[in-house]
């Protein structure tokens, strides 16, 4: 991104070790514009995955921030019900992060181990554990459906053709009735394809990042597929 002569801003921690109180989608949504407010006259990119997805279009669909263009994928909110198992158990082990992973993933050969491991260590205490539930609780009362016909900045949405997490499907049906909506499916990947399919993920943003075009018909789809 700075080779495009951009400035990314990134968190330096998981949601999940912001603190109690931030153990809700609102809270998270209040947080991330409260830091964005200094920069709400620059032209900005949103990127989100997953919870991220849904926060970068509630930040498109708000008026008071500049934001240029959203790049979303595996966005919570259109009825599914995410849970990831987490409502089941309570213990928090390494199997039971291997097992979420499964889940993220289409092709489960594709995971890298010391990834989840790292990722396990960074918060595999109580208090990340208890936060992550209480965020999975708050995903369960969110609906996109209640804001996305306002979102009117230039949207790509990058889904992997197989999330089991937050299927593609009723996105569809929103990239139909919002031309503002462009929907992208990555063949062969799951709720993760920037992670699972990178260079078919990279090859559908270097296609659409920052460009003035036409947009395309709003029923207009694109198919990718991960390199051999």
Request: net charge negative; glycine share 6%; charged share 25%.
């Amino acid at each position: 991104m700075r080779k495009k002569g951009f400035e990314p801003i990134v968190f330096d921690d998981p949601f999940v070790k912001f603190g109690k109180n931030y153990g809700t989608v609102p809270s998270l949504i209040d947080f991330v514009k409260e830091a964005l407010l200094p920069h709400k006259s620059r032209e900005t990119v949103v990127f989100g995955n997953s919870m991220g997805g849904y926060i970068a279009l509630a930040l498109a669909s708000d008026p008071e921030f500049n934001i240029k263009q959203a790049i979303v994928s595996g966005c919570p909110g259109a009825g599914e019900n995410v849970t990831l198992g987490l409502g089941v158990s309570r213990i928090l082990s390494l199997d039971y992060a291997h097992k979420i992973s499964r889940e993220l993933f289409h092709d489960p050969s594709r995971l890298d181990t010391a990834m989840i491991e790292s990722t396990f260590r960074e918060i595999a205490n109580r208090q990340c554990f208890m936060m992550g539930l209480s965020i999975l609780r708050s995903l369960q009362k969110i609906d996109v459906r209640d804001f996305i016909d306002s979102v009117a900045v230039d949207t790509h949405l990058i889904w992997g053709a197989h999330d089991r997490v937050t299927p593609i499907d009723p996105w569809r049906d929103m990239a139909a009735a919002n031309p503002a909506l462009h929907l992208h499916s990555i063949a062969d990947a799951g709720h993760c394809p920037m992670i699972e399919t990178p260079d078919a993920f990279n090859a559908v943003l270097e296609r659409v990042l920052y460009k003035e075009r036409a947009a395309p018909s709003p029923m207009a789809a694109s198919e990718a597929r991960p390199a051999p």
